[in-house]
């Protein structure tokens, strides 16, 4: 359960980064 969720976690981090980066760019 705890595996699971930390990769949730690093995957909303990631999808995250690249909304940002798509933000900053536009």
Partial sequence: ???ISLVK???IYISFKINYK???RA
């Fill in 1 to 3: 359960i705890f595996y």
């Fill in 22 to 24: 798509n933000l900053k």
């Fill in 9 to 11: 976690i690093i995957y």
